[in-house]
């Protein structure tokens, strides 16, 4: 039963009916493509909780149908900004709407953005999760029943409920340090992530895999995914580690403020210390040197879930629980390797 103190809600219907809430919009709409049986129990769903259709306020919200949120953990970071660009410009191409917001990494304010979403009409989520208090948010979209994503990042391991995509960020890390190897590089360090999230885990496991292979011993610096902490690596590696030649990055964030750092130091990068970044974003080949980056395709990634959503949103397809996009290596200067033509 809905809450006494507001009017029941085409969701308070859903969760009642034990459908989802575009199925009781069809039956609102009268829609052929509901199933006789789905009818009636939608219907007996609405009667017992007092469910109202006002038509007016629909037609008020009509200007909201197409709509799809995008939920980003942090725009400031040049790789969500891109690809929110292409899954945003994907949809625009199918006749959606894309409704944008930054969390910031802070979950209060990802629950209060999914939520308000809801309440305006989405008709599907992808989102790229802040850390923390994750139910506050998948709760709320499993209560709306409506195609949801998590992408880039995975907290809610309900994967049948919530499909994750990502590029392969254990095989990037893994081609990055066969790189560096081949280049040479004796001891070669990784660097940047929070220490202990999962997606950080990920982004390591190939740079381990590889470094174990090798017969050598890791050395790690975890830390911010950003440029100061970049700077700050590159100081404190020449400092109290001068022995690593060569580093593998978390993102390229921090790969740029590791060249930065090696700049005011005067340590010359892709000779003294040879640097590959992860992601691969537009500013990668117009640093000095350019860098080496794990190219994730961006754009084609975004497309991909903007196609995905949709697919579900529209046909009932519902995506596998997994989707891994598959990456590759762009090699520049700031490897020490800079390729023919």
């Given at each position: 039963m809905a809450p006494s103190d507001r009017r029941p809600t085409i969701i308070d219907v859903a969760r009642k009916a034990g459908v989802s809430k575009s199925t009781v919009s069809l039956v609102i709409q009268n829609s052929p493509l509901v199933k006789q049986k789905t009818r009636e129990q939608v219907q007996a769903a609405m009667t017992e909780i007092g469910y109202v259709y006002n038509r007016a306020a629909a037609n008020l919200r009509s200007a909201g149908a197409g709509l799809v949120g995008l939920v980003i953990n942090d725009l400031r970071n040049p790789f969500f900004t891109e690809f929110a660009t292409s899954v945003q410009m994907a949809l625009s191409s199918r006749g959606y709407a894309a409704v944008v917001a930054n969390t910031d990494e802070d979950p209060q304010l990802q629950a209060q953005v999914v939520e308000a979403m809801i309440e305006h009409g989405v008709s599907a989520m992808i989102l790229s999760p802040a850390y923390g208090d994750e139910a506050l948010s998948f709760e709320a979209l499993q209560r709306a029943g409506i195609p949801a994503m998590q992408v880039l990042r995975k907290v809610e391991m309900r994967t049948e409920l919530f499909p994750f995509a990502a590029p392969d960020y254990p095989n990037g890390t893994r081609i990055a340090t066969e790189h560096l190897l081949e280049q040479g590089a004796k001891r070669i360090a990784f660097v940047g992530g929070l220490e202990g999230r999962a997606v950080t885990q990920e982004r390591m496991a190939g740079y381990l895999s590889a470094i174990e292979s090798a017969g050598l011993e890791p050395h790690v610096l975890t830390g911010s995914a950003s440029r100061a902490f970049g700077r700050e690596a590159a100081h404190a590696l020449a400092k109290d580690h001068p022995e690593v030649d060569a580093a593998v990055c978390f993102n390229d964030q921090v790969a740029l403020g590791m060249i930065s750092g090696c700049a005011e130091i005067g340590r010359n990068v892709g000779?003294?210390?040879?640097?590959?970044?992860?992601?691969?974003?537009?500013?990668?080949?117009?640093?000095?040197?350019?860098?080496?980056?794990?190219?994730?395709?961006?754009?084609?990634?975004?497309?991909?879930?903007?196609?995905?959503?949709?697919?579900?949103?529209?046909?009932?397809k519902v995506p596998a629980p997994e989707i891994r996009t598959p990456v590759s290596l762009a090699i520049r200067g700031s490897s020490g390797e800079t390729p023919a033509g």
């Open positions: 000779r003294d210390l040879r640097i590959v970044g992860f992601d691969d974003i537009e500013e990668a080949a117009h640093s000095w040197p350019p860098l080496s980056s794990v190219r994730c395709d961006i754009d084609g990634f975004g497309k991909l879930v903007a196609e995905t959503i949709l697919a579900w949103l529209e046909n009932d």
